[in-house]
């Protein structure tokens, strides 16, 4: 029996940052949790070959990061999303970068993508 649905996905991906368009968050890093849900095809799985590796996620997610400083979070979200989207079997992709220390009366501000039928699969 194959499933009618199939998503991989990470919560609370806890990731430090140089990303921000102020002069102060410039030189410094910056705590990011990173939140994914890929949905892929439904056929058989009998190996990782077969599926998305959810580790696929944070290696993207710190690879991006790596290249420097990101001056948004929307940014970053979308550049994740679009990798995500390249990956074999994806058929859409939901991404939520959460900004923890962005406002000092919220725990969070962020931003959320969704992908829908990624065009390169």
């Not at 368009?21 to 009998?46: C, F, M, N, S």
């Amino acid at each position: 029996m194959i499933p009618r649905l199939r998503e991989v996905f990470v919560r609370g991906l806890r990731i430090d940052a140089a990303i921000g368009i102020y002069d102060h968050e410039h030189g410094r890093t910056q705590p990011l949790v990173i939140d994914a849900t890929i949905r892929i095809d439904t056929h058989p799985i009998r190996s990782i070959k077969d599926t998305l590796n959810y580790e696929t996620i944070g290696t993207l997610a710190r690879g991006l990061i790596a290249r420097g400083h990101i001056k948004l979070v929307e940014t970053l979200a979308e550049e994740l999303a679009t990798a995500l989207c390249a990956e074999r079997s994806v058929q859409s992709v939901d991404v939520t970068v959460r900004k923890l220390s962005a406002l000092a009366d919220a725990d969070a501000a962020g931003v959320r993508v969704v992908f829908e039928n990624a065009p390169h699969r």
